[in-house]
């Protein structure tokens, strides 16, 4: 065992300060790294030491292996934590840290290579007798192999990249007059993407739910599951909102997906916190899709159902020590939902909205959490994801959690910058949204109900000369000594303009 006693967070953002809250409770010191854009971050403040790494752009900061390198060792860091993005699923950077005796909080670089290449982590699970999405075993290049493959696995297929994952370097294709030119395009995007070109073909799953499950290993050869998270809620490949338990699953079919998250893992003796991410058919039919080998942004809704702080477990893994709880004292209770709110404009297309926080106020209250980084003041830098915090909520029911969460985006209020609140709100009062039947293509298929803007851009104005008025007659009604002083029931509160500010 190995006692860390300093880690450095090769991160920003929200997750950098995440990372630096367990270390604080774990009486291990953090070292913060910035970029020129970071300078005044609140990661910055929060670590107990931080150093300046390179200007903005971040191949220029938190993707320079060398320079953190560098850091860590100048600091007297013991490990290195890169949260997700960026470095997390580097193998080089993972490879440099072992050599330089740094210890990366992640699985090894052997794992981190083989799960970043999808084909090689198709063939590991097909070997290990996971569920994969039908299709071929290896890369396929001549025009002759990829219509002889297709005949097999029948159209509609998917072209994929073995380097990606994402949704880049992806390709649908429903006729067989389309296969040569699909195939050209995700070669392309794949290879000035990744500079890798290799594809495979899968069969297409219409309408799938994306399921994935979070496992702990230790290097004890211990592997738990701590159940699912339901990711089906995401636009052009990005999360909006993750919940779990998903609403589709079923007690046996928690326990079979479970066990292939389980064996997936030993399969390729992975060690520390890791997602298995798999594809479920109307059917319940359940495919491996990819692995993950990092923390994932939406892991707080597991630490919600479960108890367990992950990046605890993480560290005590990295250790080398042994998990300390086994998969039947892992419990799931209640339900929990994240809402990423991001800095951009659900009414101009998500165009991202760069701009000063002039004022936040974020909710409070039973089972609300938020995992932020902004303050008032604060100006959200143009060079990095515009993901402005996390809204993770707790119910006893999934009920519950709905009217929690739709309480909580009530009371978030930011201004300065256009944020995704508004259209959180707009789905949590969805009709299929709320019936928990929704799959992969819920944004599309429900647009009409979700664009529906009822607010002006002058509301927010009114609502705040109404709140005015309300407040005057309140201070006319004390001062004078003959009233008994009686709220009236205020009307502008009852109006659908403050749901909006
Ligand atoms: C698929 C699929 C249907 N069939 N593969 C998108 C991101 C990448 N990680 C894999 N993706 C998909 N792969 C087969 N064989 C549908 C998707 C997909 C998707 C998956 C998860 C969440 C959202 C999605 C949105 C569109 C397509």
């Not at 990092?294 to 893994?317: C, F, N, S, W, Y």
């Not at 042994?322 to 998969?327: H, V």
């Not at 008032?376 to 029911?397: N, Q």
């Not at 529906?452 to 005015?468: L, P, Q, R, T, Y």
């Amino acid at each position: 065992m190995n006692k860390i006693k300093k880690i450095l967070i090769a991160n920003r953002g929200e997750i950098a300060i995440r990372i630096m809250r367990t270390c604080r409770e774990m009486d291990i010191e953090t070292v913060a790294v910035y970029s020129e854009a970071d300078r005044i971050s609140l990661h910055v403040r929060y670590a107990h030491e931080a150093y300046y790494i390179g200007k903005s752009p971040s191949s220029e900061s938190y993707l320079n292996i060398e320079k953190i390198i560098e850091v860590a060792k100048n600091s007297g860091a013991d490990a290195i934590h890169p949260g997700y993005g960026f470095l997390s699923e580097n193998a080089t950077f993972a490879r440099r840290c072992k050599e330089e005796g740094i210890i990366f909080i992640g699985p090894t670089p052997e794992v981190i290579v083989q799960m970043g290449d999808k084909i090689m982590a198709r063939e590991a699970m097909t070997k290990a007798g996971i569920p994969v999405v039908p299709g071929t075993e290896s890369s396929v290049s001549g025009e002759q192999e990829i219509l002889e493959a297709i005949k097999k696995i029948q159209l509609p297929v998917m072209i994929k990249a073995s380097a990606g994952g994402g949704g880049k370097g992806m390709r649908l294709v429903h006729k067989e007059t389309e296969v040569v030119s699909a195939v050209r395009a995700a070669r392309s995007e794949a290879m000035s993407a990744f500079g890798d070109d290799s594809v495979y073909i899968e069969k297409y799953i219409s309408s799938p739910h994306h399921i994935e499950f979070q496992i702990l290993a230790d290097e004890h050869g211990n592997v738990i599951h701590l159940f699912e998270r339901e990711c089906s809620v995401q636009r052009r490949h990005q999360k909006m909102i993750e919940e779990t338990p998903s609403p589709l699953m079923t007690k046996e079919l928690r326990e079979k997906m479970g066990n292939s998250a389980v064996e997936a893992a030993k399969a390729v003796n992975y060690t520390g916190a890791g997602t298995i991410e798999f594809l479920v058919d109307n059917n319940l039919n359940y495919y491996f899709l990819e692995m993950n080998t990092r923390l994932q942004v939406e892991h707080p809704i597991t630490e919600r159902i479960t108890g367990i702080d992950l990046v605890k477990a993480q560290i005590k893994i990295a250790e080398g020590r042994k998990l300390d709880f086994s998969q039947n004292e892992i419990i799931s209770r209640g339900h929990s939902i994240e809402c990423r709110i991001y800095a951009e404009d659900p009414d101009n297309n998500f165009m991202p909205s760069a701009g000063k926080i002039h004022k936040i106020s974020e909710p409070l209250g039973l089972g609300v959490r938020t995992d932020g980084y902004v303050y008032e003041g604060y100006e959200i830098p143009i060079y990095y994801d515009p993901m402005i915090s996390k809204l993770i909520i707790w119910g006893k029911t999934r009920e519950e959690s709905l009217q929690r969460m739709r309480r909580a985006l009530y009371e978030y209020k930011i201004t300065g910058v256009k944020t995704s609140i508004k259209y959180l709100e707009r789905i949590m009062s969805n009709k299929n949204f709320n019936d928990g039947n929704y799959d992969t293509h819920f944004i599309e298929n429900n647009q009409e109900d979700l664009m529906k803007n009822e607010s002006c851009e002058d509301c927010g104005d009114m609502v705040i000369i109404a709140a005015f008025i309300d407040y005057l007659h309140k201070i006319s009604n004390v001062q004078d000594n003959n009233k008994e002083f009686t709220p009236a029931p205020s009307r502008w509160k009852k109006t659908r303009f403050l749901n909006q500010f």
